[in-house]
């Protein structure tokens, strides 16, 4: 009877708590309408992207060139300056070469007296004073000598170290007074128009490198470059077990040699559902789009994957053929009427 009497109780208030939350829900105001937002969208369709492994390279000049004097004799003029512009056939230095001066004053004298031998002789043979065999002897001594006079005078023309192309001067290595010979550098030199990315493709990748091929190249502080495979090294380092190769880059704002670059190398393609970075809202720690059902935005929790361009991978929470929000995605609710506009 006790425990009869106490469920009877415990009816009564349950039911009076219901009767009281029920009043008290009826009495409260309506939730107001959401106004409905204008929106784009775009319907979600797998897209091919190419898988790519990265390999680092260094930004060099096509050209750079080590200038060196071809003949020996003490600098009297440097005029290469570091950072300095010249032309091709500018002036970089000027040498004393005394010693192949006067080898051309000798070689001018031989010349002179062996054409006058040669004159002389060609009046005696029209007289027959003199046979065939002396006078081709006197014209081979001066066939000599116009060889040597030739000899000193290009021998002379290499105490003026000119540039070989248009470029910039990136290092001076002599000075006034310095000696210069074959084989010791004067100038370093590069050409800054044109330029490309060196690296080394390990082995395992060189088989998808070929020569022509566009790929992507990342350049800190510039961006991304398509670079163009001019060379490819026939051969692997042996100690590296990779192949140098490199890449021709377009001309870009703020590249220069000396640059870190990296190159993305294809390694297999694949299909992933991508939509633009505009669509997708970050909110904390989560990540959300919208899609168009039923003319209203329904809240999608998704996981992304790497960026493309202007696109970012899903990899969870959409459905290929759905239409998503991509304009305005950030300032909308779930369950909010939309309007689609073109």
């Known amino acids: 009877m006790r425990v009869l009497k106490y469920s009877l109780l415990l009816l009564g208030f349950v039911a009076l708590s219901g009767a009281g939350c029920r009043r008290h ?15 784009r ?60 001066r006067a080898r051309l004053d000798q070689a001018l004298a031989t ?23 002396e006078f081709d002897a006197v014209q081979m001594r001066a066939r000599v000598a116009d060889a040597a006079v030739k ?20 290092r001076k290595l002599a000075d ?34 070929k020569p022509g091929a566009v790929m992507s190249v990342r350049v800190s502080g510039v961006g991304e470059l398509a670079g163009t495979v001019s060379e490819i090294a026939p051969s692997a380092d042996p100690n590296s077990r990779t ?3 490199k890449l021709d880059l377009p001309p870009a704002e703020g590249l220069r040699a000396g640059q870190f670059g990296r190159v993305a190398v294809p390694v297999s393609e694949t299909t992933a559902l991508r939509v633009p970075v505009s669509a997708v809202v970050q909110r904390g720690q989560l990540q959300m789009v919208f899609v168009v059902a039923d003319n209203r935005a329904v809240m999608r929790l998704v996981k992304t994957g790497r960026r493309v361009g202007g696109e970012v991978e899903i990899a969870s929470g959409l459905s290929p053929g759905e239409s998503v929000v991509i304009e305005n995605a950030d300032s909308i609710v779930d369950g909010q009427p939309v309007e689609i506009r073109s």
């Open 25 to 39: 829900n009826s009495s409260g105001p309506a939730a107001p309408a959401l106004p409905a937002v204008a929106v």
């Open 41 to 100: 969208v775009q319907t979600v369709e797998p897209k091919p992207h190419v898988a790519t492994e990265e390999t680092v390279g260094t930004v060099r000049a096509r050209l750079r060139a080590r200038i060196e004097s071809k003949v020996a004799g003490r600098i009297l003029e440097m005029r290469a300056e570091p950072g300095g512009v010249v032309k091709a056939g500018d002036l970089l230095a000027r040498l004393d070469v005394q010693e192949i």
């Open 111 to 133: 010349q002179q007296q062996a054409a006058g031998d040669l004159k002389r002789f060609s009046a005696l043979l029209e007289r027959d004073a003199v046979t065939q065999a």
């Open 151 to 170: 000899e000193a005078q290009t021998m002379l023309s290499y105490a003026d170290v000119v540039a070989p192309f248009d470029g910039v001067v990136t």
């Open 176 to 209: 006034i007074g310095d000696l210069a010979a074959p084989g010791k550098p004067l100038v370093e030199m590069e050409d800054p128009l044109h330029l490309r990315l060196e690296t080394d493709i390990p082995e395992a990748l060189i088989g998808r490198v």
């Open 243 to 245: 192949f140098a190769v």
